[in-house]
């Protein structure tokens, strides 16, 4: 059975950086169903087009990409997967996007078979960013003076469950996890086989009621399970 296309929106105020995106993606087969120049135009055009996946620039006029990107996901039947566009990769707006539930970020600069592969790689379930990269971004940011603590406290609270929930292996595995370690990684650090490994990953994104391994390293370092400068968790016999 033939896979439908994959449907993309498209929000940026820049009109060069949407023509430049547009034409790449419809070379690969991809739909562009809708472009937004604001927040407000993008979360009205999700709801009118229902696409797969958004690329959202962080700053735009009106109303930016962070608020929009959690009205989306709050407020959207089956939610699409969000890109964050930016300029810099070290930036506490990307960061609270990622806590608001996006799937990960990318440069604007990014080749075109990156952004290719990103909006296939979200579409798919994956999250875009390895945890080493969010790592830096939560180490940076996270409970820090840098933090933009005005809009986005209250809805980070959201996905950051309580982690009593959790088994002590299940929080050994989140600790490890959030270290940047692989599945592969932690199965050899913890003796396990590395499809136990998934299903312990599986298990804790359910429980906290998390999308992907992007919030799972934020989770972590918000609950205090880990955090800059901590020792790595210690293994279990």
Same mark, same amino acid.
């Given at each position: 059975?033939?896979?439908?296309?994959?449907?993309?929106?498209?929000?940026?105020?820049?009109?060069?950086?949407?023509?430049?995106?547009?034409?790449?993606?419809?070379?690969?087969?991809?739909?562009?169903?809708?472009?937004?120049?604001?927040?407000?135009?993008?979360?009205?055009?999700?709801?009118?087009?229902?696409?797969?996946?958004?690329?959202?620039?962080?700053?735009?006029?009106?109303?930016?990409?962070?608020?929009?990107?959690?009205?989306?996901?709050?407020?959207?039947?089956?939610?699409?997967?969000?890109?964050?566009?930016?300029?810099?990769?070290?930036?506490?707006?990307?960061?609270?996007?990622?806590?608001?539930?996006?799937?990960?970020?990318?440069?604007?600069?990014?080749?075109?078979?990156?952004? =290719?592969? &990103?909006?296939?790689?979200? /579409?798919?379930?994956?999250?875009?960013?390895?945890? @080493?990269?969010?790592?830096? $971004? !939560?180490?940076?940011?996270?409970?820090?003076?840098?933090?933009?603590?005005?809009?986005?406290?209250?809805?980070?609270?959201?996905?950051?469950?309580?982690?009593?929930?959790?088994?002590?292996?299940?929080?050994?595995?989140?600790?490890?996890?959030?270290?940047?370690?692989?599945?592969?990684?932690?199965?050899?650090?913890?003796?396990?086989?590395?499809?136990?490994?998934?299903?312990?990953?599986?298990? =804790?994104? &359910?429980?906290?009621?998390? /999308?992907?391994?992007?919030?799972?390293?934020?989770? @972590?370092?918000?609950?205090? $399970? !880990?955090?800059?400068?901590?020792?790595?968790?210690?293994?279990?016999?």
């Amino acid at each position: 059975m033939t896979e439908p296309p994959l449907r993309v929106m498209l929000a940026d105020d820049q009109t060069l950086v949407r023509t430049g995106f547009r034409m790449i993606l419809r070379s690969d087969g991809i739909e562009v169903v809708a472009e937004a120049i604001n927040g407000c135009e993008a979360v009205d055009a999700v709801r009118r087009t229902r696409p797969d996946v958004v690329l959202m620039d962080v700053r735009m006029p009106e109303m930016d990409g962070l608020e929009a990107t959690r009205r989306i996901l709050t407020g959207t039947p089956g939610e699409p997967r969000v890109i964050i566009l930016t300029t810099f990769d070290l930036d506490q707006y990307v960061y609270a996007a990622l806590s608001a539930g996006a799937s990960g970020f990318l440069l604007k600069d990014v080749t075109p078979e990156q952004l =290719i592969s &990103a909006v296939r790689t979200v /579409r798919s379930g994956d999250a875009l960013l390895a945890p @080493a990269v969010t790592r830096r $971004l !939560v180490e940076r940011f996270a409970g820090g003076e840098h933090r933009h603590s005005t809009q986005q406290d209250s809805h980070t609270t959201a996905i950051h469950r309580d982690l009593a929930s959790l088994t002590p292996r299940e929080r050994e595995v989140l600790g490890l996890v959030a270290r940047g370690l692989s599945n592969i990684e932690v199965a050899d650090r913890l003796h396990l086989a590395e499809t136990t490994v998934k299903t312990h990953v599986s298990r =804790i994104l &359910a429980k906290l009621q998390l /999308r992907d391994r992007v919030q799972a390293v934020i989770a @972590a370092y918000e609950t205090g $399970l !880990v955090s800059v400068g901590r020792q790595e968790p210690a293994e279990h016999p």
